[in-house]
Structures are given as C-alpha cells and as structure tokens.
T-cell receptor, first 116, second 110 residues
Framework: KAGVTQTPRYLIKTRGQQVTLSCSPISGHRSVSWYQQTPGQGLQFLFEYFSETQRNKGNFPGRFSGRQFSNSRSEMNVSTLELGDSALYLC???????????????FGSGTQLSVL | QKEVEQNSGPLSVPEGAIASLNCTYSDRGSQSFFWYRQYSGKSPELIMSIYSNGDKEDGRFTAQLNKASQYVSLLIRDSQPSDSATYLCAVRSNDYKLSFGAGTTVTVRA
C-alpha cells in the first residue's frame, strides 16, 4: 500500500508570494491533518480534514488555509508568505482501527518550504 | 503553559541500558496518547499508542499512562544505536486536536 505522498518535496519562494502544497493520503484513509515543524517551535498542528470538512484548526493566522477533495486528497495554501513561514510542512493521514479502536496516524515525507 | 511538555534532553544512554522519556499534558480530558520516533531528516513514525491507565508493552518499548497525574512515559529497554532519534509525545485532547511535545533527542552510545 502506498504511503502518504506530499508534493513538492522542496519549495523556494519569496516574501509576499503564495504557495500550495499537496497531500495524497493512504488509500482508504479519510482523515488528513497538516503540521508545521520548525527547530524552534517543534511540530505544530495546523488543521484537520475529514470527509471534505475541516474538523479542527490550530492557532495559525488566516493566511494558512486548506481543503480536502472528495477523493480525500488535501491541499494547503499559504498566502502572503513571510520569512517565518519557512518550515517543514507535514501531512498525515489516519484511520481508526475498527477492531482495536486504536488510531493510527501516518506522516508523509513533508514539503520543505524556504521563504527568502 | 504548553499543552504537552517533555523532558528536554538530550538524553545519552549506553547500549543495552534503559532510556526513560517523560511527558506531561495540560488537558485533563485527553483520551489518546502517542509516542512517535523521528530520525534526523525523516518524518515521525508511530511507536506506541496508549489509551488507558497502566503499562503497555510492545517489544522493547513500554508506555506508561497515569491520567490522574497527567503523565505519560516511554521506556526503551536494551537500547540500541538504532534507537538514536528524537522521540515525540503526542496527546489528542478533548477538542480532538493532536498536540506534540518539543521532543527528546536520545543518543545511544555503542
């Protein structure tokens, strides 16, 4: 089974530009969440989508937005980029094991965004 | 107060020793607790999940949960050099947000 796929792997942008990152979850997973990882702040939750609906949102400004499509693929958009947006953006897909009721979250390799 | 706090480390242990990692959380209503391992330059991978008080063992890993103390820990027995990584504690709170601690970097000395 293919894992979580994120594209692109690396991205360089300049301040003020906008960027769109893509995430394809593991087949059958309906929940997709996004995280920002930086050396100083660690892993911070951005938002989570389930069946095309935003289920939860972290404490990030409105410049950060996302959506999920009917095939569970998700995109994240950051507008008016700032230097501080430079980070590794990780997408994760998850499912609830119906037998054990254990949740399993799988991360993609991430998109490394550099804002110059 | 941060939602999830971990002992800052780094933690250096000799090969074969026990590595002990600690984590506290602020939301008393949290129900799901996870430990992830992240190798340098890689994405996090799930090691253990624990949902009820007590111990849960999986191979050389043991997770311990104490909801009254809002505390969860991870023990790595018989530590191997391949266990050298950053370990992230994650807690799913009552509002269903998944919050991560800053991570503890473990180095196992051969």
């Amino acid at each position: 089974k293919a894992g979580v796929t994120q594209t692109p792997r690396y991205l360089i942008k300049t301040r003020g530009q906008q960027v769109t990152l893509s995430c394809s979850p593991i087949s059958g997973h309906r929940s997709v969440s996004w995280y920002q990882q930086t050396p100083g702040q660690g892993l911070q939750f951005l938002f989570e989508y389930f069946s095309e609906t935003q289920r939860n949102k972290g404490n990030f400004p409105g410049r950060f937005s996302g959506r999920q499509f009917s095939n569970s693929r998700s995109e994240m958009n950051v507008s008016t980029l700032e230097l501080g947006d430079s980070a590794l953006y990780l997408c994760a897909s998850s499912f609830l094991d119906s037998r054990t009721f254990n949740e399993k979250l799988f991360f993609g390799s991430g998109t490394q965004l550099s804002v110059l | 107060q941060k939602e999830v706090e971990q002992n800052s480390g780094p933690l250096s242990v000799p090969e074969g020793a026990i590595a002990s990692l600690n984590c506290t959380y602020s939301d008393r209503g949290s129900q799901s607790f996870f430990w992830y391992r992240q190798y340098s330059g890689k994405s996090p991978e799930l090691i253990m999940s624990i949902y009820s008080n007590g111990d849960k063992e999986d191979g050389r890993f043991t997770a311990q949960l104490n909801k009254a103390s809002q505390y969860v820990s991870l023990l790595i027995r018989d530590s191997q050099p391949s266990d050298s990584a950053t370990y992230l504690c994650a807690v799913r709170s009552n509002d269903y947000k998944l919050s991560f601690g800053a991570g503890t970097t473990v180095t196992v000395r051969a």
